[in-house]
């Protein structure tokens, strides 16, 4: 309406947002994203999430691997700086720095995944328990209907043969009245 995009105006990404969230087919499980995890969703275990999930890139373990690489080569062969020589003491306490930071933090990281895992496994078997009620109760309606159209059909038969009774009857007074007109 004012030229402005849904992808630049903040406002109506707040409002659409939630209706297009709306539309996914997961929509049952909007009931349960208030729920907090154990570490809660403060900034400090996003960021732990985050960083958890680029230690197991590619794209880190080529960077650090290149940082190693010329890490040995500065320090082993005095080219620079020669600030850690061979033993490599510092790259050593910086790996086990790393270490000691990075486990936790994928160890938060794979809590936070499995109570999203948890919650999302009990949404689903409610979502799964309610499709089975509704084939169920479409299964018991199905049956009433046989029911209705067996005894429609058996009432249509009775009918059928009535009338075919009826049909003959008739033919055979039909017949009687032209005698009984034929012989006067």
């Keep these: 309406m ?3 995009d849904v992808a630049t105006d ?3 990404r707040v409002v659409q947002e939630p209706l297009r969230r709306m539309e996914e087919p997961l929509r049952f ?3 349960h994203s208030s729920l907090a995890s154990t570490f809660g969703d403060d900034w400090f275990g996003r960021y732990a999430e985050r960083l958890a999930r680029f230690f197991g890139t590619p794209r880190y373990i080529f960077a650090q691997t290149i940082v190693v690489i010329a890490w040995i080569t500065f320090n082993g062969y005095s080219i620079f700086v020669h600030f850690d020589p061979y033993p490599f003491i510092l790259l050593n306490l910086a790996f086990s720095t790393q270490a ?3 486990a936790p933090l994928i160890l938060l990281a ?3 995944q499995a109570e999203r895992d948890q919650v999302l496994a009990a949404a689903d078997a409610r979502h799964r328990e309610s499709l089975a ?3 169920i109760k479409k299964q018991e309606e199905v049956e009433q209907h046989t029911d209705a159209l067996r005894k429609l059909l058996e009432q249509n038969t009775s009918l059928t043969e009535d ?3 009826m ?3 008739i033919d055979e007074l039909t017949k009687e009245l032209h005698q009984v007109i034929c012989k006067t």
Excluded: D, V
């Design 133 to 135: 009620e509704m084939a």
């Design 29 to 31: 499980l909007l009931p």
């Design 2 to 4: 004012y030229g402005l």
């Design 110 to 112: 794979q809590t936070r």
């Design 100 to 102: 000691a930071y990075a």
């Design 163 to 165: 009338t075919r009774k």
């Design 10 to 12: 903040p406002l109506k």
């Design 167 to 169: 049909a003959s009857r």
